[in-house]
């Protein structure tokens, strides 16, 4: 489903854990997630990434009983979309306490796609539902 | 429905012909707009605004408006349908190339504007810089032989309120989709004619005639509909769709750069310090 690119330049100065040499894609069909189920998970910001095509929210969540601790790469829709329904590029932060629910990734891999997120720390909720939004002007 | 590829293939060579004529020796100039000109556009209807889709409709249609593809075609969109139920979706647009036409129209989760200036109406997306289509309404027909393109050459003319647009010259690559994950490329030839008019004072309704002859069995008439929303919070923000793959980083000499993201259960993820927000 995702595409490699044999990268051309050397990165500058920085240490990654490349796999292969990937471009990785952030544009995804939103096919890939069951819409079906509800996960929620509890943990810290490790990134929010606030670009087009979507925005992405990645959470550490510590280790439990039974599940090894694990980095869930949340996505959302375009910046466009999400500030019309109150997100901005500060809503999350590195560090940030949060709790998210999600509909999960079909592969079961720890990811899928962003219904509601917490900012801890101010109880502040963020929600999105593009389908909330059809019919002509909206406020 | 013979007539209609009998009658759409007419209009596209006649076009093609008032093109033909102009290159013959002069130099064609685009004049500057006279303010007759601009009067004009005062009596448009209105397309101010931001128009934001109705996804909903988009997924319904995929079953109430089936695309009529050939029989070959159809096996391969069936093998798209099963990986997407089996939650491993084909990304049709994972690239970041543009989605094109038709498939921008067809599947768009973004606004869109319309912009009208004497001789040409120009659409704007969002998401994705590279979405943009130049629809010229100063009468000329289509090149000969147009470079192809992702969004095709188009021309367009008013009938009383309803803009109506044909568009060809497209790349062969560009897929006719219903969603991001079923779609095949059109694989050339691909002629689209589009009513575009308002249902209502605030839904834009674009009637699309899309006839893909390497791929569709016949013409595939469809309709996409979107809303106007004036709240400036929805005035359309720049996006470029490879953003999303890189993550904002400092190099060695304090410079702020873009690291391209490696991938981790096939999905990207960000290494190294978070960067600035």
Redesign the interface.
């Known amino acids: ?3 490699e690119f044999k ?1 051309k330049r050397c ?9 292969g040499s ?11 997630f ?1 819409f079906s189920k509800q996960v929620t998970i509890h943990g810290t910001v ?9 925005v ?1 929210l ?1 959470v550490n969540v510590p280790e439990k009983p039974g599940e090894p601790a694990a ?1 869930w ?1 949340l996505e959302l ?5 999400l ?2 329904t109150g997100w901005t ?2 809503a999350f ?2 560090g940030d306490e949060v709790i998210v629910q999600l509909n999960p ?3 079961g ?3 899928g796609a962003l219904v509601k997120a917490t900012q801890v720390k101010t109880g502040v909720v963020f929600n999105t539902n ?2 909330d ?7 | 429905m013979m007539t209609y590829f009998r009658s759409s293939a007419a209009m596209a060579l006649a076009l093609t012909a008032v093109s033909f004529a102009a290159a013959a020796g002069e130099v064609e100039i685009n004049p500057p707009p006279a303010p007759a000109d601009w009067a004009k556009l005062a009596k448009l209807p209105d397309w101010s605004g931001v128009w ?1 889709p ?3 409709d988009q997924n319904r249609r995929i079953q109430a408006d089936p695309t009529p593809w050939k029989p070959e075609v159809a096996v391969q969109v069936a093998q798209m349908e099963a990986a ?1 139920k ?11 190339l543009p989605e094109a036409m038709p498939s921008w129209m067809l599947i768009t ?3 869109m504007e319309l912009l009208f200036t004497p001789g040409r109406v120009t659409i704007l997306g ?3 810089g590279n979405r943009l289509r130049r629809i010229y309404t100063d009468g000329r027909g289509h090149p000969a032989d147009p470079d192809p393109t992702f969004h095709g050459h188009s021309i367009g003319h008013w009938q009383k309120d309803t803009l109506v647009v044909d568009t060809i010259g497209v790349l062969p690559q560009a897929f006719v989709a219903v ?3 079923v779609g095949v490329p059109n694989n050339g030839d691909l002629h689209i004619i589009e009513r575009i008019h308002l249902t209502d004072p ?2 834009l309704q674009d009637d699309l005639e899309i006839i893909a002859t390497r791929i569709l069995s016949r013409p595939w008439k469809t309709s996409r509909i979107y ?5 400036r ?2 005035d ?2 720049e ?3 490879l ?5 904002e ?1 400092v ?3 304090g410079n702020s ?1 873009f ?14 310090a ?2 600035q ?1």
């Not at chain 1, 100065?13 to 796999?19: D, R």
């Not at chain 1, 939004?133 to 406020?139: H, Q």
């Not at chain 2, 809303?227 to 709240?231: D, K, L, S, T, Y």
Request: charged content about 20%.
């Open positions: 489903m995702t595409f990268m990165v500058l100065g920085l240490a990654l854990f490349a796999i990937t471009l990785a894609s952030a544009h995804h069909s939103f096919a890939m069951d490790k990134e929010f990434q606030w670009t087009n095509p979507h992405v990645w980095t790469s829709t375009s910046p466009g979309n500030t019309r590029r500060h932060a590195a990734l079909r592969n891999n720890h990811g593009l389908r939004m059809e019919r002509p002007g909206l406020k | 934001t109705k996804i909903s997407e089996a939650g491993n979706p084909r990304g049709l647009f994972i690239d970041c989760h973004n606004a969002e998401s994705d969603s991001e994950a605030d839904t809303f106007r929303q004036r709240a919070k929805y359309i923000v996006g470029v769709c953003q999303g793959s890189f993550s980083r190099d060695k000499d750069i690291v391209p993201m490696p991938l981790s259960e096939g999905n990207p993820v960000p290494v190294g978070s960067g927000h």
